[in-house]
């Protein structure tokens, strides 16, 4: 008989390291996009883990999305949180520009100013885009939304955001 099987905790423990080794860079850097604090980005981080750790089954440990879906739940129920970081910023003009140089051109409060066009689930499909880095299957389901509406949302948003830049005719890679 191995030691594991003496001890019912091992296995939980071992799954929880495995989750929060394969997921804590992810949704450190998802928080890290709304809250500029970062004493407060590891207490949200702290809770979002503390929430896996107390509804952790080892038989289906939770993955990335269910994280971001914590987290997200974390950030709402905050107040008072500071809105975008300028690296935030940064990844969507590079993301709609398909420009990996910080923004010249074209600066950060343009950024914004554009930003604020879009309607908020627009945005939130944006920052999962360009700031997540997440593939359009991985937001519809963090969103629960067909693949086919993202797709359409996220088009939209790339196109107003072009629009409201002054980029029209620009692509990215990921067009």
Wanted: proline content about 3%; overall charge positive; glycine content about 8%.
């Amino acid at each position: 008989m191995n030691g594991r099987s003496l001890d019912p905790n091992a296995l939980r423990n071992e799954v929880f390291t495995r989750v929060f080794d394969d997921n804590w860079a992810s949704v450190r850097h998802h928080i890290e996009c709304v809250v500029d604090d970062d004493a407060e980005v590891t207490e949200i981080v702290s809770e979002v883990f503390l929430l896996a750790w107390s509804r952790l089954k080892p038989s289906r440990p939770m993955g990335r999305i269910w994280l971001l879906r914590a987290a997200e739940r974390r950030l709402r129920a905050r107040s008072g949180r500071r809105l975008t970081l300028h690296t935030a910023l940064d990844a969507v003009h590079a993301g709609v520009t398909g420009d990996s140089a910080p923004p010249g051109r074209v600066g950060r409060a343009e950024v914004v100013r554009a930003l604020g066009v879009l309607s908020g689930k627009e945005r939130r499909i944006i920052m999962l885009t360009y700031w997540d880095g997440l593939a359009v299957g991985e937001i519809a389901e963090l969103s629960r939304a067909s693949e086919f509406r993202v797709r359409k949302t996220l088009r939209r948003a790339q196109d107003r955001l072009r629009t409201e830049l002054g980029l029209e005719g620009v692509t990215s890679d990921d067009d």
